[in-house]
């Protein structure tokens, strides 16, 4: 796809319903959030969307969160949508804050799913790329040939099934998101540029996971201070996932307030 267009459902009830925009994380795409997305399809309008070198939406060699909200603002422009609300996980938590930051007026609330504005110093994907490019450099042609692979570098096997959904023998990265791309401007995605959002915003966070922590929380409401947060016991980084009951009625408690 070389249009740079973002590849989109958009899944419309009335047209005097409210909007609400899902954004994915990290190797992900529109579909990541389908379950929490499905929750709030009668109330509802749905917006699911491929962030850039992700999914069907096109590749390029620049990435950043600027630029990913321009993406955004772009496709709502085209939709004709004048305010909406964003929940985005990770990655695309980062992107809806930054989406918030460059254009709050088209923002009503903010759910951001498992991450924090900060900076990450971690290398949390080490493991994950070297399997990745592992299958690319084997230029193998089935997910049978590509797992193997995968699993002498990734542990888990949630994430080998996981990237294994990516997996396109067509694709000369051999999967549908952009591996080289993703790999280079690694550290862009790790990184964070302080703003301020006066929008009400949700955190939410995995119990078991340590993408938030209690050390940032000033941080946090320095730059969101009309931010609150909700943590879901016994779910790690996926908390969409393991726990979409809990999540979807959070959710749907602070769009109600």
């Known amino acids: ?29 529109m579909n990541n959030l389908g379950i929490i997305a499905k929750g709030f399809s009668e109330q509802y309008n749905i917006l699911r969307l491929d962030l850039r070198n992700h999914g069907q939406s096109f590749h390029s060699e620049q990435m950043n ?66 399997g990745l490019f592992a299958v690319k450099q084997a230029q193998v042609s089935t997910r049978q040939q590509a797992r193997p692979l995968l699993a002498q570098h990734i542990k888990d096997e949630s994430i080998i099934q996981f990237m294994l ?3 396109d023998p067509s694709s000369s990265e051999k999967f549908r998101f952009n591996l080289t791309a993703l790999y280079q401007h690694y550290s862009a995605l790790m990184d964070w540029q302080p703003c301020l959002v006066q929008q009400p915003t949700l955190f939410i966070k995995g119990g078991k996971s340590d993408y938030i922590q209690l050390k940032d929380r000033e941080t946090i409401l320095a730059q969101f201070p009309q931010a609150q947060s909700f943590t879901i016991n016994g779910a790690d980084h996926w908390v969409h996932a393991e726990k979409p009951t809990q999540v979807i009625k959070s959710i749907e408690r602070f769009l109600s307030i």
């Open 1 to 29: 796809m070389n249009e740079q267009a973002l590849h989109y459902q958009y899944q419309q009830g009335s047209p005097h319903q409210p909007t609400l925009v899902f954004l994915h994380g990290l190797f992900g795409d």
């Open 65 to 130: 969160y600027p630029l990913m909200a321009q993406d955004i603002y772009q496709l709502l422009e085209k939709l004709q949508l004048k305010k909406v609300s964003l929940i985005g996980h990770s990655m695309g938590g980062k992107t809806a804050m930054q989406f918030t930051a460059q254009y709050p007026e088209q923002v009503e609330k903010l759910v951001v799913i498992d991450i924090a504005p900060i900076k990450y110093q971690q290398q949390r994907h080490q493991d994950v790329f070297a």
């Open 165 to 167: 959904k990516s997996f």
